[in-house]
Each structure stands twice: as structure tokens, then as C-alpha cells.
């Protein structure tokens, strides 16, 4: 398993620390190249909620290594997604996407989050498919992964 070096920049000031994160492999805005990318795995998880535990609003695998987006909607019903890839069974109990619903109080943090594995796909016959028995599927497997974190509150 190949992962980019990241190199933390840490420049000191009298006033201020700032930080910069840089990569020798890769720019700013760039899209990661992992070499050997066979499929990918997407979770959508509230990671804080149930006292850290986390709470899978979504997670999907056995997406074409050659799918590059998702359309909006994608993940609204059956277990199939269009274009290739499955859903795994979310914490609401069903194969499909369960939007943020989170309680009064402060806002949830909710993290999409996409992993290129090297495995053209995850056979998922016998015990049902969930986001937790497919991260221990995919450990030893992933090639490189990417989170986009929103907020939401009542």
C-alpha cells in the first residue's frame, strides 16, 4: 500500500503560527491519482453522534474504479446504484441513503468520505452487507481516501 508524503510546513512568528500543509506528490485542488484503483467505497457518516460510536447515514461499494461522480439523488432507493455499485445497509436499517436528521442542540458534523481500494469488487454474499463489516473488508486495501465534512443543526 502506497500512501502520498505529506510534509507539514510550520512557519513561527512572533504573532502568529501559521500552517501550511504541502505535498510533493500533489497541488492544492488536484485530484489524487492512486495507481491501481480497481473500485471505490463511499460512507456518509454523523462521526460524532451516539458518544462517538458514529451513526452511517450511507455507505456504498463495488463502484467502477472508471465512475468519477455521483448524481445527485444517486443513493435515494434499491440497493443498485446506476452506473454500477451497491449500497450496504446504513444504521437506519436499509440499503439506501438516510439524509442528517439530527437533534436539537448544536450542529452534526456529517463526512462523506471516498476510498479507492484495489479490489475490483467485494463479494458480499452471506451476512448482510454494513459499513462496519466493509471496513474490515477493505483494511489492507485502500489506496488513498478523501473526506468532505458539512454541517447540520436544528
Do not use: Q
Not at 48 to 69: C, K, L, M, Q
Not at 84 to 103: E, I, T, V
Not at 118 to 142: C, E, N, Q, Y
Request: positive net charge; contains cysteine; hydrophobic residues 40%.
Amino acid at each position: 500500500m502506497r500512501k502520498a508524503l505529506l510534509v507539514l510546513i510550520v512557519a513561527l512568528a512572533a504573532h502568529a503560527a501559521p500552517f501550511e500543509l504541502t505535498s510533493p506528490s500533489f497541488k492544492a485542488g488536484d485530484t489524487l491519482p492512486p495507481a491501481g484503483t480497481k473500485s471505490f467505497v463511499m460512507v456518509m457518516d454523523d462521526f460524532e453522534a451516539r458518544g462517538g460510536d458514529g451513526f452511517i447515514h450511507w455507505a456504498a461499494y463495488n463502484i467502477p474504479a472508471a465512475v468519477t461522480s455521483l448524481a445527485e439523488g444517486a443513493g435515494s432507493a434499491d440497493p443498485d446504484l446506476k452506473g454500477g455499485g451497491r449500497h450496504a445497509y446504513n444504521d437506519f436499517l436499509k440499503r439506501s441513503y438516510g439524509g442528517p436528521c439530527p437533534p436539537e442542540g448544536p450542529p452534526h458534523k456529517y463526512r462523506f468520505t471516498v476510498y479507492a481500494i484495489d479490489a475490483p469488487s467485494i463479494d458480499d454474499a452471506g451476512t448482510p452487507m454494513t459499513w462496519r463489516k466493509l471496513r474490515f473488508i477493505i483494511k489492507g486495501h485502500v489506496l488513498a481516501e478523501a473526506s468532505l465534512t458539512t454541517l447540520r443543526g436544528r
